[in-house]
């Protein structure tokens, strides 16, 4: 049987990455409920960031 070149992904994590991932999760709902305006200047800032990113590859390839 050949072997398949495409092999799947191992799609389940380590307790460890689990755990993480939660703590991460609490950690940006506590910052969103503390501290909304700090929460939206920052997702602002993400958008400003994305938009050139957008506009970087609209130009190379456009």
């Not at 991932?21 to 609490?26: A, F, K, N, Q, R």
């Not at 920052?42 to 958008?47: F, N, P, R, T």
């Amino acid at each position: 049987m050949a072997k398949n070149p495409y092999p799947m992904m191992n799609g389940g994590g380590g307790l460890m990455s689990k755990v993480i991932g939660t703590l991460v999760l609490i950690a940006i709902l506590v910052l969103v409920i503390k501290y909304p305006a700090d929460a939206a200047r920052w997702v602002h800032g993400l958008g400003s960031v994305i938009d050139g990113v957008v506009n970087f590859f609209r130009a190379l390839f456009g």
